[in-house]
């Protein structure tokens, strides 16, 4: 897998979530292309996202905005994500 920048933020400390990678400091989120890891399946890795990312609200209210975001880049219509806004 090569090494990425964030091209919000330039870090290139990111949390693995999933298919995707999500800058540590800004929370950007970068699709980890096929081929690199093996991402087989896309939409059972999305609602999987999603879950992950709901727990995260509920587990960091802190940052549950963040999260929420993230959920709402994905499923914008996600009515669980939208509480924490
Ligand atoms: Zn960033």
Do not use: H, W
């Not at 400091?25 to 999987?48: H, P, W």
């Amino acid at each position: 897998m090569k090494l990425i920048n964030c091209t919000q933020c330039g870090s290139g400390d990111f949390l693995r979530d999933g298919g995707y990678m999500i800058c540590k400091f800004c929370g950007s989120r970068y699709a980890i292309e096929q081929g690199d890891i093996g991402v087989k399946e896309s939409t059972i890795s999305l609602n999987s996202d999603i879950n992950a990312l709901l727990q995260k609200c509920r587990k960091d209210p802190k940052n549950a905005k963040k999260y929420a975001n993230l959920i709402l880049d994905i499923d914008p219509d996600n009515l669980e994500a939208l509480k924490y806004l």
